[in-house]
């Protein structure tokens, strides 16, 4: 249970910094500043924020004009959930 608890906290927290990357890139690209690289905001994704970034991106209306960014966010939530379900397949039948 803890091993759960501590996977979900992470998350979470993960998924709020994706959100906050977003909205904070928007900020800065309006103000001219220096701006978050695109490479962070796809490794947020990847370490387990793609939800986050993607409510980012539609919520402050940011990046989506960029086609790798409108299908490379959904393209790794999507390979998140397929390992998901493989780990969870693994895991019930015994086979980890």
Known sequence: MDVIFTLIIYLVVVNVI???LMGMD?????KQAFRIPEATLFTIAV???SIGCI?????FHHKTRH???LYGMPAILIIQIGLIILLSYLVTFEIL
């Open 18 to 20: 994706g959100f906050a």
């Open 26 to 30: 928007k900020w800065k690209a309006k």
């Open 47 to 49: 370490i387990g924020g």
């Open 55 to 59: 409510f980012g991106m539609f919520t």
């Open 67 to 69: 086609w790798y960014f």
